[in-house]
Antibody, heavy 117, light 107 residues
């Protein structure tokens, strides 16, 4: 079955970078886009952007432009999200989700990133 | 950016009753609207896409309607497992945006 397995929780200091992974299984990785979404404590879901797992094209939300980089390793069926210059307000649960063109029906369980001095 | 506004913020409904959740877009999003259910500590679960099409495996008690800027999610005959937070999402324009959520709680 389709699974997206995300990497474990991270604790970082302000100004640092974090790189999260999202390993796909159960389908052809390069056939679908992967979205990244985050959710700060008690807040709404916030779309960060997507990556075309086939050709590597990316689209970033303007809010994160310049600080976020999506990448993928097709040999490992894994998508990555790197966020730099971390701030306290980047503390959130970060999700990856597969775009089925009919909604996002498959999500990872999320990776908690805590930014603390 | 398309702003999505959900109402009410919280709604209390008794099991077996109907719940109606609303979502308004700040500009037209056609039918490019999805609804998700989220329980504490879990990822969102897709319920509805295309404003009115149930996702695979979603019970028939969930229905969506609307187009343009006004959308509704209706849950008929609430079950205990339906008490959660519900989000609408527009995917007509970038950035794709979510509403702030409606918490459906047991009355």
């Amino acid at each position: 079955q389709v699974q997206l397995v995300q990497s474990g929780a991270e604790m970082k200091k302000p100004g640092a970078s974090v790189k999260l992974s999202c390993k796909a299984s159960g389908y052809s990785f390069t056939d679908y886009d992967i979205h990244w979404v985050r959710q700060a404590p008690g807040q709404r879901l916030e779309w960060m952007g997507w990556i075309n797992a086939g050709n590597g094209d990316t689209k970033y939300s303007q809010k994160f432009q310049g600080r976020v980089t999506f990448s993928r390793d097709t040999s490992a069926n894994t998508a990555y999200m790197e966020l730099s210059s971390l701030r306290f307000e980047d503390t959130a649960l970060y999700f990856c989700a597969r775009d089925d063109s009919t909604g996002w029906s498959h999500w990872g369980r999320g990776t908690l990133v805590a930014v603390s001095s | 950016e398309v702003e999505m506004t959900q109402s009410p913020a919280t709604v209390s409904v008794s099991p077996g009753e109907r719940a109606t959740l609303s979502c308004r877009a700040s500009q037209r999003v056609n039918s490019n609207l999805a609804w998700y259910q989220q329980k504490p500590g879990q990822a969102p679960r897709l319920l509805i896409y295309g404003a009115s099409t149930r996702a695979t495996g979603i019970p028939a008690r969930f229905s969506g309607s609307g187009s343009g800027t006004e959308f509704t999610l209706t849950i008929s005959s609430l079950q205990s497992e339906d008490f959660a937070v519900y989000y609408c999402q527009q995917y007509n324009n970038w950035p794709e945006t979510f509403g702030q959520g409606t918490k459906l709680e047991i009355k």
